[in-house]
């Protein structure tokens, strides 16, 4: 017997600055896990997943990370996976240099 799905985000590096990024609906990769596609069905997080995997000359390192529905779009739910949403401890440096990302 299998185990339920539990919903995900496809979640990978930019290449060009090192960023954590996520895939979103459109297909496109941006900085901020809210903007991310929760993906409720296992198979549909398949297909983005190899969607992902496909852009070896944009991204590296695709995986499905879990998550869950958050009041601004998905959350990370593993610290590991809050720890790379808010960017590098580095307090001025990439993500954690802009305002808005207080909250995920």
Request: one cysteine or more.
């Amino acid at each position: 017997m299998s185990s339920a799905f539990t919903p995900k985000v496809v979640t990978a590096n930019d290449l060009e600055c090192g960023d954590v990024v996520y895939l979103t609906a459109g297909g496109q990769w941006v900085r901020q896990h809210r903007d991310a596609e929760l993906l409720l069905d296992a198979d549909h997080a398949a297909a983005r997943l190899i969607l992902a995997e496909a852009q070896h000359g944009q991204i590296v390192g695709a995986y499905l990370a879990d998550a869950i529905t958050g009041q601004h779009g998905p959350k990370p739910v593993h610290f590991r996976e809050v720890f790379r949403a808010r960017g590098p401890s580095n307090l001025f440096h990439g993500k954690q240099s802009e305002q808005n990302n207080v909250s995920i």
